[in-house]
């Protein structure tokens, strides 16, 4: 079957929050791309909801003392329960600007590299 996905992903496992109804809902990345992100959380999420997320950063695990967390806005794409009774997330980052996406690729370019 053909891959036809616009974004490589990466495997990396970094802390995610999303806003959800005014509460923060604090989770983890399973991958990430320059289009998104898969991620687990303990809060279920509507699918279509465009959701305030932040990313922390890490180099080798650590928090990137170098870098701010990355915000943005991101699309629920899909949802789906896991066995462990998290949920897990497929969000699309939403109109991200200049700053966030040189942000997001230096983020990309070390996972790479």
Known sequence: MENRRQ???YDAEVAAEVEIDGDIVEGE??????????????????????LPLTLILTQDGI????????ETHAMVMWSAPAE???????????????????????FLSALEG
């Open 7 to 9: 974004f490589k992903r």
């Open 29 to 50: 990345t399973h991958d990430i791309s320059g289009g998104g992100v898969s991620a687990a959380f303990s809060h279920a999420v509507t699918d279509g909801a465009v």
């Open 63 to 70: 928090e990137d003392p170098n870098e701010e967390p990355f």
């Open 84 to 106: 462990n009774g998290e949920t897990m997330v497929g969000l699309r980052f939403h109109e991200l600007q200049g700053l966030q996406q040189a942000q997001l690729q230096r």
